[in-house]
């Protein structure tokens, strides 16, 4: 039989959907599954975006431009400058998706064998992204007990070898919910500096900021336009995963013009969603003020109830809408399977993703789970209730 690849061997499977099975079968035997697995939010997609695909007089869905259209990245940048990020349609490549945002990006920057160093726990795709490119992740801890802060500095440079190209960071973080600081960033600016490293930010959930506080985006930094790089989305900003719109910023130009070669080796994004895309740019800020007070009271909710569990410790998620839990389990991925497997509560239960798929250090985060907060609140609160008796009967 022909053989499959090493990198294909490596290639991770994702510890988001690997319980899915369970879950299944869960249901199957008439039980209500909650899940808080996935950062799959509930909100409603901005009608404007759905009635572009809607009431449009298209007679060939022909293909977009590689790097998307001149309308899209024009408006596109347009809003960026509204949250004082100063691009032209330029520094913009749509793209498939933040995923392919992501993976183009490493591309064009990584040789096999080259290094990225990336605080933990991070989003669990960057192993698989990295691995495609046959690029290692190099993890740098942060910790729960200071809500995933960014690491010390020292600690980076303890890692930077010849091979590190880069830096990535995800703010606000998935699925830690920290939102860097502007000295934070400023910090990592002066590093990536020092060793001429690209500083990649994944800010997907940028709009996603909590308690009044600001996002601040590497693009925003000074001095820094050859080496910044931010992956950015609307899955999550409009709530439409399933559009299949990302896109790559960078004033570098020759990063851009690589990129630019990726995305015309497959041609173009999704033409339909292109034409939701840039509609939902014309979303009002009363969306974003409703969607954003609804997700701070989902946290607020999430992580009180949390902390009246005993032996539960949780970071407090200052952005994006997932928080990692700490639970008095030995194995959280034994427990979540058990939960869907062997245990329900007046035939409900619930699927969390355990979070040492999301560290790459052997053995971070095994007692840890991350839960995402796209349920309402009332379900969030029975969701509570369902994981402390779930914890109880477990541990008896
Ligand atoms: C941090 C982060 N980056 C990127 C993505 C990919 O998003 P998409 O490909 O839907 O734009 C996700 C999706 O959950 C994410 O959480």
């Known amino acids: 039989m022909p053989s499959i690849s090493n990198k294909g061997n490596s290639m991770p499977q994702s510890p988001i959907r690997k319980l899915v099975p369970f879950a299944e079968a869960a249901k199957k035997n008439g039980t209500k599954v909650y899940h808080l697995n996935i950062g799959q939010p509930d909100i409603k997609t901005p009608q404007i975006a759905l009635d572009a695909v809607k009431n449009n007089s298209i007679e060939v869905l022909s293909y977009a431009r590689s790097e998307g259209s001149d309308t899209y990245r024009t408006k596109l940048a347009n809003y960026y400058g509204m949250n004082d990020i100063n691009v032209t349609a330029n520094n913009i490549i749509a793209t498939t998706g933040g995923s392919e945002a992501l993976l183009f990006t490493i591309g064009s920057i990584t040789d096999p064998g080259d290094e990225i160093i990336i605080p933990e726990p991070f989003y669990a795709n960057y192993n698989g992204f990295s691995t495609a490119s046959g690029v290692k992740v190099v993890p740098v801890i942060s910790k729960i007990e200071n809500n995933f802060a960014l690491p010390a500095i020292e600690d980076f440079e303890k890692l930077i070898t010849s091979k590190t190209k880069a830096i990535l960071i995800c703010n606000p973080g998935n699925p830690t919910g920290y939102l860097y ?216």
């Open 181 to 396: 600081s502007k000295e934070e960033l400023e910090k990592l600016k002066q590093m990536v500096a020092k060793h001429d490293l690209f500083l990649i930010a994944d800010e997907v959930y940028r709009e996603f900021t909590y308690d009044g506080d600001k996002h601040n985006s590497v693009m925003s930094l000074d001095g820094l336009d050859q080496h910044t790089i931010m992956i950015d989305s609307v899955s999550k900003r409009y709530s439409m995963c399933g559009a299949r719109i990302g896109c790559i910023v960078s004033r570098n130009e020759e990063f851009i013009n690589t990129a630019l070669k990726f995305a015309q080796a497959r041609l173009s994004p999704p033409t339909y969603a292109l034409l939701a895309s840039e509609a939902a740019l014309d979303t009002p800020q009363s969306y974003f003020d409703e969607v954003i007070e609804e997700y701070q009271e989902r946290r607020n909710i999430l992580i009180s109830e949390l902390q009246k569990i005993e032996g539960v410790r949780v970071a407090n998620p200052k952005g994006a809408f997932y928080c990692i839990a700490e639970l008095p389990v030995k194995n959280s991925e034994d427990f979540a399977q058990w939960i869907l497997e062997e245990f329900h509560h007046n035939n409900e239960t619930l699927m969390v993703a355990p979070a040492g798929g999301f560290y790459s250090t052997e053995g971070e985060g095994l007692n840890q789970v991350r839960i995402a907060y796209v349920l309402n609140k009332e379900d969030l609160t029975r969701c509570v209730e369902i994981l402390k008796v779930a914890l109880e009967q477990y541990n008896n």
